[in-house]
């Protein structure tokens, strides 16, 4: 029986992994996870799709369980900030998309809009954050969202079962170190072996499949399995087994990132639960409001900007108190490995891939790849199909997120650099012009997005298109012989239910309080 595990590399992705696996298969497997006690964490990954909460249910933790340890806060959408132009901000929330008369709101929107902001008009939650309030009540009750109608049959699906059937109302910002911290914790009182110490070499046997690694202080370590979560080094994928590396770089060229740890008072602050990308010459700051401080950083493409130049741009968007704040530089590696299953080593995180965290897809290519792997896990004849349905579904969510991201800078109105300038004319994934094409007449729908699961729904589509003002788009030409009184009550009832969560929701700042 295939058995023994060997996780090589801990942070956000090791821990998750031996979380999962040890809750999935119990005692039946053993896992060994090596990490060095040198190697430290990208530390970018704090913002998350909503269905992070799936991986949470599985491991049987609750929000009072992790939260607090986390310094975690709920994240109800993407908040885009000068894309467009100056001054201008639109939302994609998490919130299922409404539909009249078999259209979706937005398209009726587009025909009729009580005003000039979708978000505001077709979603509750732009409201809601704009307010700085939190999604669940003093009592911990939910807000009441189409999410309502349908929880009790969501629970026990996975990521790709629960899309399209209805969208929870938020995600997490949490610190990735204290995750990985508490999942520590949580992995060795489950039985996980955690060995701290650097893997010199990695052995191959004759057929050319890792057969141990080898560490400086405890010698080797010999399993079946082999899990790569070293990041972006990928020392058992790409180095010892020396899978190739497919760049993006032509596509998504922002390779750089400078990030900041910013202790701030929130309660003077207050939190907004949302995470923003504010554009800037040369790429966009990330903002993400923790319950003790701001994470944030630039992202940046180094042909464009210096890593000098960013940080300064940085401190100066932070303000006074990024003044004493060391920087953290990254060099990001954009794009997967052509394989993240090869032999009998499977990459998962940084080292399978990463694309630039603009909608916080860092951790969901985690989780996402734990399950396929629990999903697919090899018996003892390593028959072939599982191996090959993990490299697919991995493929197809990096080439999908990967063009879902492409449309954000072609869709961008912005033009006021050079560095906005040629995102109008670089190339684009196959597919996607021809796609941009269709969407100008009918907004995007299950039929004419990345024809892969990815993550990504039709609607968070439309948002960007919406939102970022430099595509031109029409209404369905249906909705000209349409009844559109239903559509009127519709935005009605949006703005009846916002005024009802401004009077009777808590701000996310007493809610946290309360929590903590």
Same mark, same amino acid.
């Given at each position: 029986m295939l058995n023994r595990v060997?996780?090589?590399?801990?942070?956000?992705?090791?821990?998750?992994?031996?979380?999962?696996?040890?809750?999935?298969?119990?005692?039946?497997?053993?896992?060994t996870l090596v990490e060095s006690g040198k190697v430290g964490t990208i530390g970018v990954g704090e913002a998350t799709f909503s269905d992070i909460r799936h991986f949470f249910e599985f491991l049987g933790l609750k929000e009072k369980d992790w939260m607090p340890s986390c310094n975690a806060t709920y994240k109800l959408a993407v908040r885009f900030e000068n894309w467009r132009e100056k001054g201008h901000y639109f939302y994609h929330p998490f919130e299922q998309m409404r539909s009249v008369n078999g259209h979706p709101l937005t398209d009726w929107w587009l025909q009729q809009g009580p005003t000039d902001r979708f978000d505001k008009d077709c979603f509750v939650m732009a409201s809601v954050i704009d307010a700085g309030l939190s999604p669940r009540r003093l009592d911990g009750s939910l807000l009441d969202t189409p999410y309502d109608e349908h929880a009790d049959e969501m629970q026990g699906l996975t990521m790709s079962e629960h899309q399209g059937?209805?969208?929870?109302?938020?995600?997490?910002?949490?610190?990735?170190?204290?995750?990985?911290?508490?999942?520590t914790t949580y992995a060795v009182e489950r039985g996980v072996r955690h060995v701290i110490d650097d893997?010199?070499?990695?052995?191959?046997?004759?057929?050319?499949?890792?057969?141990?690694?080898?560490?400086?202080?405890?010698?080797?370590?010999?399993?079946?399995l082999f899990i790569d979560c070293t990041g972006f080094r990928g020392l058992l994928l790409n180095k010892a087994l020396?899978? @190739?590396?497919?760049?993006?770089?032509? !596509?998504?060229?922002?390779?750089?990132?400078? $990030?900041?740890?910013?202790? /701030?008072d929130m309660e003077k602050r207050g939190i907004r639960p949302c995470t923003t990308a504010t554009a800037q010459d040369a790429g966009w700051i990330w903002t993400i409001p923790l319950t003790g401080r701001v994470g944030t950083g630039y992202v940046y493409a180094k042909d464009y900007v210096s890593p000098e130049e960013a940080e300064?741009?940085?401190?100066?968007?932070?303000?006074?108190?990024?003044?004493?704040v060391e920087a953290n530089h990254i060099r990001m590696r954009i794009g997967r490995s052509r394989?993240?299953?090869?032999?009998?080593?499977v990459a998962i995180g940084l080292a399978s891939g990463?694309?630039?965290?603009?909608?916080?897809?860092?951790?969901?290519?985690?989780?996402?790849?734990?399950?396929?792997?629990?999903?697919?896990? @090899?018996?003892?004849?390593?028959?072939? !199909?599982?191996?090959?349905?993990?490299?697919? $579904?991995?493929?197809?969510? /990096?080439?999908?997120?990967?063009?879902?991201?492409?449309?954000?800078?072609?869709?961008?109105?912005?033009?006021?650099?050079?560095?906005?300038?040629?995102?109008?004319?670089?190339?684009?994934?196959?597919?996607?012009?021809?796609?941009?094409?269709?969407?100008?007449t009918q907004l995007p729908d299950s039929e004419t997005v990345f024809p892969y699961y990815h993550g990504l729904p039709p609607y968070s589509y439309m948002c960007i298109l919406l939102g970022m003002g430099g595509i031109d788009l029409k209404p369905s030409p249906a909705l000209a012989l349409a009844d559109p009184g239903a559509a009127h009550r519709e935005f009605e009832a949006i703005r009846e239910k916002t005024e009802q969560f401004s009077r009777t929701l808590p701000t996310a700042y007493d809610y946290f309080t309360q929590v903590r």
């Open positions: 060997v996780i090589v590399g801990g942070g956000t992705a090791g821990w998750m992994t031996a979380s999962y696996l040890k809750a999935a298969f119990g005692e039946r497997i053993d896992i059937k209805t969208q929870f109302p938020y995600a997490y910002h949490f610190e990735a170190a204290l995750l990985s911290k508490y999942l893997v010199e070499t990695v052995d191959l046997d004759e057929r050319g499949w890792i057969s141990s690694v080898r560490t400086a202080q405890h010698g080797d370590f010999t399993g079946d020396e899978e @190739p590396f497919i760049s993006y770089q032509d !596509t998504l060229p922002n390779d750089s990132a400078v $990030a900041l740890q910013v202790p /701030m300064r741009t940085l401190r100066e968007f932070v303000g006074p108190a990024a003044a004493d394989n993240s299953w090869v032999k009998n080593c990463f694309v630039e965290p603009l909608e916080s897809t860092g951790i969901f290519f985690i989780h996402h790849a734990i399950e396929q792997l629990t999903k697919n896990f @090899p018996g003892s004849d390593w028959h072939p !199909t599982h191996r090959d349905r993990y490299n697919d $579904a991995i493929a197809h969510v /990096m080439d999908g997120v990967r063009e879902f991201l492409v449309l954000h800078y072609v869709a961008a109105k912005r033009a006021d650099t050079q560095y906005w300038r040629d995102t109008k004319t670089r190339p684009v994934p196959d597919g996607l012009a021809e796609r941009i094409e269709r969407w100008r």
